[in-house]
């Protein structure tokens, strides 16, 4: 009788790729059975690794403050406890500005958790390095920097079109080239026409005044681009192959890649290059605005809040978390920023790890309802009047001359709520505020948008 894969399944092995490959050896060299199990020891399969029993220990470091914020803070904890059950993980902490991003399981916004030897890509999503840069403009106007600024930065889908591109460093793509995950020259020529770019949702460019000097901050927020998403891609398909073989129970999203092999070390190394991109990126619309001002910058610093940081044997993957311990940081250039939204402060900030942060604190102000239920809630009123209503006093402006009310303040959670929070759970010490003169965001990118011109006109 031919060997098939009933018989591999009977010896104890699971489905796998390389089951063709081995029914056809056996039988064409007509393989006795001592013979079989020498040669299948080299397809020899891990033990599956389950899910924990009990989810690991987390810290809560949220509480509902108003009823409308009590659905958010039970969704938040109760798909902690579905994700604290992956394997890999040790402990966990979510912040006052949580907020759920999925179905249970999934890790919220303002969720850290700490991983032993794997990096799961799914905790820190496609938005890879997440992040704000400070300039500070000495005592400009904040007007000329923001309508400069305005003349220089770019909003939206897609990257700069040729001729207005800024420059990626050709020391970065030569690193590109070198590493397994991003050795593609269409992500590449993906990061370049993305370089200077900040793309929609919640990312924005902002101006205000320092409250402790009176100077004139700019401050950008913004992620990884296409060239974080196609990193994200890749690293899912990595992750998941290795969910198949050792952990088939772990949740799609929670899937792994573990450290000490091969991938796992490239797709680190991939991680600290999209960072190094990302951190170019705002630098090269920060100088931009200085060089057209004529102005020198008289301090700058940065800081990501949704990535991986590596302690040891350790992961901590912060989904929407500011890292405070200087061990996360190779590139430290001073305290760490938080914005909350357009029309309150972002506030500059230092901290330590204690027993209830683990060296994070929050990233902003996220989301009770979602953007949908936020428009339904305000359906009784124009564009227009909310709007006005919401940015009186601000030069708020929109990219797309669309306005988007799902990014206006009332979209998030109380910026005072959180404020208190911060300080009731000692999570860190506010040094600074910068006080809102202006922002620019993306706007509602889906109006008008190009490819909808382009659908009507092949209907006309």
């Not at 990193?231 to 772990?250: C, H």
């Amino acid at each position: 009788m031919e060997f098939n894969g009933n018989n591999l399944i009977e010896l104890g092995y699971r489905s796998a790729k390389w089951f063709k490959e081995a029914i056809n050896y056996i039988n064409e060299n007509n393989l006795d059975e001592n013979q079989i199990t020498a040669y299948l020891e080299k397809f020899k399969q891990p033990e599956l690794i389950p899910l924990y029993e009990k989810p690991k220990d987390f810290i809560i470091n949220i509480r509902a403050e108003h009823e409308s914020e009590n659905d958010n803070v039970e969704k938040v904890i109760n798909t902690m406890k579905v994700l604290m059950k992956t394997p890999t993980l040790i402990e966990g902490a979510i912040m006052p500005d949580a907020c759920p991003t999925g179905p249970e399981g999934h890790i919220p916004v303002g969720g850290v958790v700490v991983a032993k030897n794997a990096i799961h890509p799914g905790f820190h999503s496609a938005d890879i390095c997440c992040s704000v840069m400070l300039t500070d403009f000495g005592k400009a106007d904040p007007k000329e920097v923001l309508d400069t600024a305005h003349s220089i930065t770019h909003f939206g889908y897609g990257g700069r079109p040729r001729g207005e591109q800024m420059e990626m460093s050709q020391e970065l793509m030569d690193a590109f080239r070198k590493n397994d995950f991003l050795n593609d020259e269409k992500l590449i020529s993906i990061a370049r026409s993305h370089m200077g770019t900040q793309g929609d949702g919640n990312h924005f460019l902002f101006v205000g005044i320092s409250k402790n000097t009176g100077n004139t901050m700019l401050v950008t927020h913004h992620g990884s681009r296409a060239p974080g998403a196609a990193l994200y891609d890749k690293g899912m398909k990595v992750a998941n192959r290795f969910r198949q073989e050792i952990s088939p129970e772990t949740l799609r999203e929670n899937a792994w890649i573990p450290y000490e092999t091969e991938e796992g070390k490239s797709y680190w190394v991939a991680l600290q290059l999209i960072r190094t991109w990302t951190k170019e990126n705002h630098t090269s619309i920060h100088d931009a605005v200085l060089h057209k001002m004529n102005i020198k910058k008289e301090d700058r610093y940065w800081n990501e809040h949704n990535f991986v940081f590596k302690d040891g044997d350790l992961f901590y993957h912060a989904k929407g978390a500011t890292p405070l311990d200087d061990k996360f940081m190779p590139d430290i250039t001073g305290p760490r920023l938080i914005p909350l939204n357009m029309s309150e402060p972002v506030l500059i900030v230092q901290g330590k790890t204690n027993e209830r942060n683990l060296g994070f604190a929050p990233h902003g102000a996220g989301r009770n309802f979602s953007r949908t239920q936020h428009k339904k809630s305000l359906a009784h009123k124009t564009i227009e009047e909310v709007f006005e209503e919401e940015t009186k006093g601000l030069d708020i402006r929109f990219f797309s001359n669309e306005i988007d009310i799902s990014e206006l303040p009332t979209a998030y959670k109380s910026a005072k709520n959180v404020r208190a929070q911060i300080e009731e759970y000692g999570l860190c010490e506010v040094l600074d505020e910068v006080m809102p003169y202006g922002c620019i965001m993306a706007g509602d990118v889906q109006k008008n948008a190009p490819w909808k011109k382009k659908k009507k006109f092949r209907k006309a």
